[in-house]
């Protein structure tokens, strides 16, 4: 447990310090928005292009994890929105708690698989985005336009792709994926170079998470906001577990499973919410109860369910 927290540590470290100087105004707004963008649209698919591409997606523990973080989440998906007509929910707040329920902080994910496992840990921590990033974007984009909106919005397979496809990280994670399977690989002189910019997205990234904390939203926290982080910090980790089991995953990937699965709400969940007509109030507020709780909550899970 101590080992575990000892890891983990500086990853959170360096989110409270993106807080920090935040708060004491070192930079404008402007300088964290511009960040913000760098890391989404061009370091971190940088990074998972270069980890996707290069990783034995069809190796031994690769192609299990894969299988388990998919199966996960659209099962978890599906079961929160088989139940929506019996939740007394408006439309907005349903899809702040579904996003709150299966979108993982990647940021926070990728640094930790790094700092727990090293690079098998960082390798087999961008399978997992692969797995889970495009099926969760897909699935938000769907109840949004599903569960708010008017009669005039496109509802249509087509405007799910579509909406879908704009994401940076969804692009990355094809990108890499293909030139994975088809054994193309990047040429040596642009793999180096991504790679320089993919060191650079996870110490900004987590900066960019503690600046983005709102913590003023804490104040609306209800019963939806923490059902919604006590289902993804302590629910979704249990059951990474027993998906594991029946997919036969053990050992480091077993591990990885349980991280991803117990991660923190990703900040680009409000940012959907905001523009696609959700309660981005609401959803305020579960990431910085999940951001907050996870310094607590992730290495607890890794402790007592891993080997």
């Given at each position: 447990?101590?080992?575990?927290?000892a890891?983990?540590?500086?990853?959170?470290?360096?989110?409270?310090?993106?807080?920090?100087i935040?708060?004491?105004?070192l930079?404008d707004?402007?300088f964290w928005e511009?960040?913000?963008?760098?890391t989404?649209?061009i370091?971190?698919p940088?990074?998972?292009?270069?980890?996707?591409?290069g990783?034995?997606?069809s190796?031994?523990?690769?192609?299990p994890?894969f299988?388990?973080l998919?199966?996960?989440?659209?099962?978890v998906?599906?079961f929160?929105?088989?139940?929506?007509?019996?939740?007394s929910m408006?439309?907005?707040?349903?899809t702040a708690?579904?996003?709150g329920?299966?979108?993982c902080?990647t940021?926070?994910?990728?640094?930790?698989?790094f700092?727990?496992y090293?690079e098998a840990?960082l390798?087999?921590?961008?399978?997992?985005v692969?797995?889970?990033?495009p099926l969760?974007?897909?699935?938000?984009?769907?109840?949004?336009?599903?569960?708010?909106?008017d009669e005039?919005?496109?509802?249509?397979g087509?405007?799910?792709?579509?909406?879908?496809?704009r994401?940076?990280?969804?692009?990355?994670c094809?990108?890499g994926?293909l030139l994975n399977?088809?054994?193309?690989g990047?040429?040596a002189?642009v793999g180096e170079?991504?790679?320089?910019?993919?060191r650079?997205a996870?110490?900004?990234?987590?900066?960019?998470?503690g600046?983005?904390?709102n913590?003023?939203?804490?104040?609306i926290s209800g019963?939806?906001?923490a059902?919604?982080v006590a289902?993804?910090?302590?629910?979704m980790p249990f059951?990474?577990?027993?998906?594991?089991?029946l997919?036969g995953?053990?050992?480091?990937?077993l591990?990885v499973?349980v991280?991803?699965?117990?991660?923190p709400?990703s900040?680009s969940?409000y940012?959907m919410?905001?523009?696609?007509?959700?309660d981005?109030?609401?959803m305020s507020?579960?990431i910085?109860?999940?951001?907050l709780?996870?310094?607590f909550?992730?290495?607890?899970?890794?402790w007592?369910?891993?080997?």
């Amino acid at each position: 447990m101590t080992t575990i927290f000892a890891a983990l540590i500086p990853v959170f470290l360096i989110i409270v310090l993106g807080w920090l100087i935040k708060q004491r105004g070192l930079f404008d707004d402007g300088f964290w928005e511009t960040a913000e963008r760098l890391t989404f649209y061009i370091l971190f698919p940088s990074l998972l292009i270069v980890k996707i591409g290069g990783a034995e997606i069809s190796g031994a523990d690769a192609a299990p994890l894969f299988g388990v973080l998919f199966t996960l989440s659209a099962g978890v998906a599906l079961f929160v929105m088989a139940l929506r007509p019996r939740l007394s929910m408006e439309g907005p707040a349903f899809t702040a708690m579904l996003q709150g329920m299966i979108r993982c902080n990647t940021y926070v994910g990728l640094a930790a698989g790094f700092a727990l496992y090293g690079e098998a840990g960082l390798t087999l921590t961008a399978v997992a985005v692969l797995a889970v990033i495009p099926l969760v974007n897909a699935i938000a984009v769907f109840a949004h336009l599903r569960w708010t909106g008017d009669e005039q919005t496109d509802r249509s397979g087509r405007a799910i792709v579509k909406a879908t496809s704009r994401n940076p990280i969804v692009v990355a994670c094809l990108i890499g994926a293909l030139l994975n399977l088809s054994g193309a690989g990047l040429p040596a002189l642009v793999g180096e170079s991504l790679d320089i910019l993919g060191r650079a997205a996870l110490p900004l990234g987590l900066l960019a998470v503690g600046a983005g904390l709102n913590l003023k939203a804490l104040r609306i926290s209800g019963g939806p906001v923490a059902a919604a982080v006590a289902i993804k910090l302590a629910i979704m980790p249990f059951l990474a577990v027993i998906v594991c089991g029946l997919f036969g995953v053990s050992g480091i990937a077993l591990s990885v499973a349980v991280l991803f699965a117990a991660l923190p709400v990703s900040a680009s969940s409000y940012v959907m919410s905001r523009q696609m007509g959700g309660d981005g109030e609401m959803m305020s507020a579960i990431i910085a109860l999940s951001t907050l709780a996870a310094l607590f909550t992730m290495p607890l899970a890794i402790w007592s369910l891993t080997p």
